[in-house]
């Protein structure tokens, strides 16, 4: 079958992945209408294209935090991709780089940050960071990402608590006995008196081992850790594009987490436009969350993104052929996106 567009890597993964792993990747929140919501949102967004404006020459390049990438679209930090691939995240790392883009890695990889950075050790990756009530383990994590070459901090602000993913409690979602939290093994004590690491709670680690307190004034305690840019993720108002701003953040992910956390949310960009508004250029803004087409990376880019990332595409791209699969994925969108542009003048 020929891989036309990301449905088709979708329809493929929905196929051939064994259910738990679709359905983890798959889940919103509660009904899931922000998840959907950020897709649909894009249909409701018009151009008005310009004509006879020369594009025979179009150069699609930009830049992160003064870094160029081939085209704007990253990939967004996702959890277990060795449900995916069997190489995981390194796979992940290899496509990034040959496309030469960025790569946000999760704290949740099934590979650890050493195998990360030695698969793609040329590539552009940032770190997404959880923070942990065992503040050792987040500051650990930090430095070893820094150490590795690591060259951004994502911070992900709107997890404080899991969102309630149905088909994860239907289905009892366990990572399989073979897969683990690479970077956080041996992190927590708690974890050592059961039989095996992944049988601590629902993702692999005890339970309410994220730290529900963390606040802005936890931004100036990172910054003491380490000298990475730090990008705060899962903004949705300028109350807090403005409050990231007045933290000293270096930039902002409009993200409500795929729909995966609040249900009920705007669609990511609806969100966009205000915290363009609200920070003034004074840091970059991207955005992640319902990008399915090339015209949707050009919609987020005339709203005000630099750049957006995608998640679930990418995991879509890992289960049809690893590395080359995500490759696919992200050349159609690069093609799409530079078709747009042309044909939008």
């Not at 030695?118 to 994590?141: C, D, K, T």
């Not at 990008?291 to 987020?300: C, M």
Request: proline share 5%.
């Amino acid at each position: 079958m020929a891989m036309v567009c990301l449905s088709d890597f979708e329809a493929y993964a929905k196929k051939y992945l064994p259910k738990i792993a679709w359905d983890f990747f798959a889940a919103g929140a509660d009904d899931c209408c922000t998840r959907d919501e950020n897709v649909l949102a894009y249909k409701r967004i018009h151009f008005r294209p310009r004509m006879l404006r020369d594009v025979s020459m179009m150069d699609i390049r930009t830049k992160l935090l003064g870094t160029e990438i081939s085209f704007p679209v990253g990939i967004a930090p996702t959890g277990f991709h060795q449900l995916a691939w069997p190489d995981g995240e390194k796979s992940t790392a290899r496509a990034a780089q040959a496309m030469n883009t960025c790569y946000i890695a999760s704290t949740y990889s099934t590979c650890t940050l050493e195998e990360i950075s030695a698969a793609a050790p040329g590539g552009l990756r940032w770190f997404q960071l959880y923070i942990h009530r065992n503040r050792a383990v987040s500051q650990q994590l930090v430095q070893r990402a820094e150490a590795l070459g690591f060259q951004g901090l994502v911070l992900t602000a709107d997890l404080p608590y899991t969102g309630k993913r149905r088909d994860d409690v239907r289905n009892g979602f366990r990572l399989p006995p073979h897969m683990k939290l690479k970077n956080l093994e041996g992190a927590f004590e708690v974890c050592k008196m059961s039989p095996s690491f992944h049988d601590c709670s629902e993702y692999g680690l005890p339970p309410n081992s994220i730290d529900p307190s963390v606040t802005w004034n936890d931004i100036y305690w990172l910054r003491s850790l380490t000298h990475l840019p730090i990008i705060i993720k899962g903004i949705l108002t300028k109350e807090d594009a403005e409050l990231a701003v007045r933290h000293g953040v270096q930039g902002i992910i409009v993200s409500n987490h795929g729909g995966r956390q609040l249900d009920g949310g705007p669609a990511t960009i609806d969100a966009l436009v205000e915290v363009v508004e609200a920070v003034q250029g004074s840091v970059e803004v991207y955005l992640d969350g319902g990008i399915r087409k090339g015209s949707d990376v050009l919609k987020a880019l005339a709203l005000g993104a630099k750049c957006v990332f995608i998640g679930r595409p990418a995991l879509w791209g890992l289960a049809y052929k690893g590395e080359e699969g995500l490759q696919d994925v992200l050349r159609i969108l690069q093609d799409e996106f530079r078709l747009s542009m042309a044909l939008a003048g």
